[in-house]
């Protein structure tokens, strides 16, 4: 193997080592997984491996008698692996397994401990940007209130009175609606728990939540909501990702444009979109679109962890998120769930 | 009860004053309407910076606004492109900024551009009176 080249791994046990060795190594250029097999044709990493076009087996035995691989990582916990391995290995492959996996799988689970930080910090950042629309958004119907309590005061006519009392209860209900939405979003986000969860709702929350987060007064939100089966998943992360994408969009359009909401049900795969009318994402930026760090925001305005935070969500939930832009076209991404996230 | 500003006397109106409100929010508009008008003011209305533009260059002489309130996020031109324009435009006409942001840095600068006052919403019927009465005084002295 010369060196720059990708070391091409082989990974035994799809549970949840070998799913977060999947997430973690499709991250990592320099690591390219050929294979993944599982006894259980069901298990989580095998589906996640199939969504990726990533070769799958039931059979460890024949996955390693193949070859392709450098590497052979086993996360099966099964005793009489090590001995198969070595049996069956062609020469010069090399593998891990006993304490060296469990050694790995330990930095593996200290790296996705520091990612789930990194996610709670993007949502802190994120109700930080919130709160001064939030004040924006409040004083209007606090605006309304008082101007029109105080036109009471001073007024005599009881069928204009009863008016500008229906306005205030107006504004109240306005208000209620902004306190419900900010509260959504904060209960969600610290719910932590997969529930039941149907895309288009998930996305009508993150519009309501993302007008607090970006100007949305002159973009048409256009719904394009397929019927598609509930899936299980954590709604906090759900608006979260889908919130980061509306705003995405909006500020990329500069805030004129049309944003299309979809959800559909394509072969196996669930998907929800977002499609935005602003300028196109070169192929070489499409790369570096969800790398950590990478922003296209002018100095300071953006942390460049958003979409790698997106992207790590999605990936927790089994599913993969797709970007496609053309020039003249805007830009879709989606995000695509297996069928076994179904509800 | 303000000084009459002198020039006033020549207008068509025979109010305390013309007062043009640019807010996006029709409630807004009706709130400074209703009570600028129980106090003896004129009000004109404006959805945005835009339609504001219009109704100042509406062939009617511009001078005939006496004082502007002016949102800042509003569709199409926003509020302070709107100023600049205003400003550049009508350097006499005094603007008075009525917003929902608590923006220091923003008030600021468009204080230093001209802007008589920067009420952040709400804004108590008294506050809102004394700045354009404020403005109007300002006017006044433009007058002379």
């Known amino acids: 193997m010369a060196s720059g080249e990708p070391i091409n791994v082989i990974i035994l046990g799809a549970g949840k080592g070998g799913t977060a060795l999947i997430e973690l190594f499709t991250s990592c250029a320099g690591v390219k997984i050929v294979g993944v097999a ?12 199939r969504l990726l076009n990533i070769p799958t087996s039931t059979d460890a035995a024949s996955l390693i008698a193949r070859g392709g691989a450098d590497l052979i990582v086993d996360v099966t916990g099964d005793p009489a692996m090590p001995a198969l391995i070595a049996e069956r290995k062609p020469p010069g492959v090399e593998s891990l397994s006993g304490n060296a996996a469990r050694l790995v799988w330990s930095l593996i689970q200290d790296e996705q401990e520091l990612r789930e930080h990194l996610v709670h910090t993007e ?29 009471i005061q001073e007024e005599k006519k009881p069928a204009v009175i009863k008016e500008y009392a229906q306005e205030i209860v107006e504004s109240v209900e306005q208000l209620s609606e902004i306190a419900k939405s900010l509260s959504m979003y904060s209960q969600a986000s610290y719910q932590g728990e997969p529930v039941r969860i149907q895309l288009s709702d998930q996305l009508d929350n993150a519009v309501k939540v993302a007008k607090f987060a970006t100007i949305l007064d002159e973009v048409e939100i256009i719904r394009n909501y397929a019927p598609v089966p509930e899936i299980q998943a954590d709604s906090g992360d759900l608006i979260q990702a889908f919130l980061t994408l509306l705003v995405n969009g909006a500020q990329a359009m500069k805030g004129r444009g049309q944003l299309t909401l979809a959800t559909f049900d394509k072969g196996d795969l669930v998907t929800a ?17 969800f790398a950590p760090f990478f922003t296209t925001k002018p100095g300071g305005t953006g942390t460049g962890m958003a979409l790698y935070v997106v992207r790590s969500l999605v990936q927790k939930h089994g599913g993969r998120i797709v970007v496609e832009s053309e020039e003249g076209q805007g830009t879709t991404f989606s995000i695509q769930f297996p069928q076994s996230n179904r509800a | 009860m303000p000084l009459w500003p002198f020039g006033m006397l020549t207008k068509e109106s025979p109010g305390l004053g013309r007062v043009l409100v640019v807010d ?5 508009r009706k709130i400074v309407r209703l009570t600028l008008t129980k106090a003896g003011y004129d009000v004109e209305e404006a959805e945005d910076g835009g339609k504001a533009i219009e109704v100042l260059n509406s062939g009617e002489n ?11 996020r509003m569709p199409r031109i926003n509020g302070v492109e709107a100023i600049e324009y205003f400003l550049a435009q009508y350097p006499s006409i005094p603007i008075i900024v009525q917003t929902g942001y608590p923006d220091l840095q923003l008030s600021t600068s468009l204080m230093k551009q001209g802007v008589v006052d920067y009420l952040v919403k709400p804004v108590e019927r008294d506050k809102l009176l004394s700045a354009v009465e404020k403005a109007l005084e300002r006017r006044s002295i433009f007058k002379f």
Request: proline share 8%; net charge negative.
């Open chain 2, 62 to 72: 511009p001078l005939m606004v006496d004082v502007i309130i002016c949102d800042i």
């Open chain 1, 123 to 151: 949502k802190l950042a994120t109700l930080g940007t919130l709160a001064a629309s939030v004040a924006h958004e409040v004083n209007n119907p606090l605006h309304w209130i008082l101007g029109f309590a105080q036109l």
């Open chain 1, 273 to 289: 979109s977002i499609h935005d009318t602003g300028p196109w994402i070169p192929p070489e930026q499409r790369e570096k679109l």
């Open chain 2, 24 to 28: 996006d929010e029709e409630n807004v």
């Open chain 1, 38 to 49: 599982d006894a259980n044709p069901d298990a989580s990493g095998l589906q996640q491996a």
